[in-house]
């Protein structure tokens, strides 16, 4: 399925989670016992802020409740003087805290879902070429660090715009989502699958050597073929997939998978191609690029021209 990328979150913090306790603690001292509403309130509001941010509505609640019980602790213990405690005080300030909280929660989910909005296709739902090559990006630096291979695939689908200019633009729509479909469910929760434009997908296999992709291709083309000859697509898909032991930058990666899906349609399409990367002796020149590629932006948009 196509991932959806979060906005940066923390691991453990101190700094932030000692908002739990100080929060507590200057609603039962500052704004209960000393009388200090508004004081405590004030600094109150920016850790409940963080915790809103990072531990959403779960962490808004939990501090809305620990203001509430520490404002009303002292005065159910008899500390300081009950005569003076502000029932009004007492009410307004956790709730206070707690629609802080919460705001910065909403809010956070707000940006989030325009983040994924931004890097989602809108016909197949997959990611689009920005949201991969983000996701790329970010499996390429953990690849780096733990020195695990990363497969890059790159799938287009054989006389498209042949189908598109016989079937009609409708169908050849249908054929985008079904494919979009077939790609998202069978991938691994961790891989990421993405349209990159017009008829050309991509798929992103972290930790994944030849065999293995070479086995997750065969059962992909074996769905997709069950589903042209179902729906009577008289398609076919050209693959290319490069196996980097250690990850590449991006652009050297993603052009790579890009050449060779493009030498797999040279060579008589309806097949894939997978070849293990070696960056000590080759380049993307070595992956042999057709002598001539027929672009047309109707037919196909690669994201990367080389």
Known sequence: MSRRQPLPKLDWS????????TIPLCCALIGSHFHLPLLAVGLCIPPAGYIGWFYGRTGSYSVGLLAAVAWWFPYFWGMGNPAAFQTVNAAIGPLMILLFALHNCQFRATLEDAHLFNDTDSLTGLLNSQGFERLLSSEVNRGMRTRTPLAVVFIDVDDFKAFNDTRG???????????????????????????????????????????GTRTALNRLLGQLREAAQTHDWNVTWSVGAVVFPEPEDTATMIRAADELMYRAKA???????????????????????PAKRKMDLQDSHVAIMV
């Open 169 to 211: 633009h409708i169908q050849g729509d249908e054929l985008l989502k079904k494919m979009g479909q077939i790609l998202g469910s069978c991938v691994r929760n961790y891989d990421v699958a993405a349209r990159m434009g017009g008829d050309e997908f991509t798929l992103l296999f972290p930790g994944t050597t030849s065999e």
């Open 267 to 289: 060579q008589g399409k309806d097949q894939f191609l997978v070849h293990e990367w070696n960056s000590e002796t080759e380049s993307t020149a070595d992956i042999n690029r």
């Open 14 to 21: 101190p700094i932030l989670n000692v908002g739990f306790v």
